[in-house]
Each structure stands twice: as structure tokens, then as C-alpha cells.
């Protein structure tokens, strides 16, 4: 696992509540919490660590926390961040199990240069990510879609998008994942869409 995704974090056992929360961010660390099947585990993290290494988390990518001797593997859930102080207030992480499957989001990146762009058209990205099933060591960081095939005026449906090995989708196999418009209707979009917008103007006046 790179180092860039790996984490080192010290448990935190007491001072808990609002006010110990701040002190802990006065002191250079931010509160966090690892989720886990049966209990949660407080931690505390290098406050610049973290905001360093945090470009290269995603909600799939998979971290390395050590605590003590121990080492968790786990996503990155979600953060709380003050933007007025731009500071990271705390973390919540939940910790995978190897060989037991789990659900999660992961972002679509089209990759590939369309048929249809090179005859004029204009490739859009409808969906931007879906929902997918796996063991933690099959979990792609992206879902890589090859659009190049794609031609003017035609779709490609999520049904038809070629799964990594040990991954299962769990999404509506008909979504559309990305099209290839004419820049004409591409334009007529825009003018209608505006047209729209200058009725529903009209009609609040």
C-alpha cells in the first residue's frame, strides 16, 4: 500500500466533549473515529499528516491506520472542515474486514478518445458515479470506462460498461454513463433550456 495512503494515529482515551475536541485541534491533531463491525476505536491524527496526504483519499481508496501495533484498514467516510480556518475538525473512518464483501460509491472516469468527437461531436458524462459490490482487495480507486468506441448520437449504458475482476454492480443496468451529441443539438439543448427560463420568467412576472 503506497505511503501517501497510509496514516499514523495515536488513541485517544480521554478528554472528550466539545472543549476536548479543541484542545486537541490547539495541540496539532485532529479527532477521529474508526467505525468497525462490533466497536468504534477514538484516534487522534498529525493534523499536517493528514491534510497532506488527504488529496490522495477517495471514498474507495483504502488506508492504512496505525494505531500502536496495530494496523486497521480502512475508507475514509466522511470529514467535518471549518472553512473560514480552513482546519479539518475530525474524521470518520470505517474499517473493512479482508475477505468479507462490502458496498460502496465509486467514481466513473471515462478514458479513451470517441469515434464520434473526431467526427464532430461532443462526448458528455452523464453519470458520475454507481454503486458496486467487492472483497477490499478487488475495490477500485476509479471505474474505468472505455469510451472510444462511441459514436455520433449514440449512448453507452452502465449495462455495458465491463466490470473489474470480483466486481459486482449493483446499480440500474440502463442509466446512461456517457453520450456523443452533434454540436447542433448540443445547441438547440442550450436554446431550448434558455427558452424555458425566459417562460418561467415571464410567468412569475
Do not use: W
Not at 472528550?16 to 475536541?21: E, K, L
Not at 491533531?29 to 488529496?55: N, Q, S
Not at 440502463?174 to 417562460?199: D, I, L, Y
Amino acid at each position: 500500500m503506497s505511503d501517501k495512503r497510509s496514516l499514523t494515529a495515536v488513541e485517544r482515551t480521554e478528554d472528550f466533549g466539545s472543549a476536548g475536541s479543541r484542545r486537541v485541534l490547539r495541540s496539532g491533531r485532529i479527532p477521529a473515529v474508526i467505525y468497525g463491525k462490533h466497536e468504534h476505536l477514538h484516534i487522534t491524527l498529525d493534523a499536517h499528516e493528514f491534510t497532506y496526504k488527504m488529496r490522495h483519499f477517495s471514498e474507495t481508496a483504502l488506508l492504512k491506520i496505525t494505531v500502536g501495533k496495530k494496523k486497521h484498514e480502512c475508507l475514509m467516510k466522511s470529514y467535518q472542515e471549518d472553512l473560514i480556518r480552513s482546519q479539518i475538525k475530525h474524521v470518520d473512518f470505517y474499517e473493512v474486514t479482508r475477505g468479507q464483501t462490502l458496498r460502496t460509491m465509486v467514481s466513473i472516469t471515462l478514458v479513451g478518445n470517441p469515434i464520434g468527437t473526431r467526427e464532430g461531436g461532443v462526448l458528455e458524462q452523464v453519470l458520475y458515479e454507481t454503486e458496486i459490490e467487492c472483497v477490499p482487495k478487488d475495490l477500485p480507486e476509479t471505474l474505468q470506462v472505455d469510451v472510444s468506441a462511441l459514436a455520433v448520437n449514440h449512448t453507452l449504458a452502465l449495462g455495458e460498461v465491463v466490470m473489474p475482476a470480483g466486481v459486482k454492480l449493483l446499480d440500474d443496468v440502463h442509466k446512461t454513463v456517457a453520450s456523443v451529441k452533434t454540436v447542433r443539438a448540443e445547441v438547440a439543448a442550450a436554446e431550448e433550456t434558455g427558452e424555458e427560463k425566459a417562460e418561467e420568467a415571464e410567468s412569475e412576472e
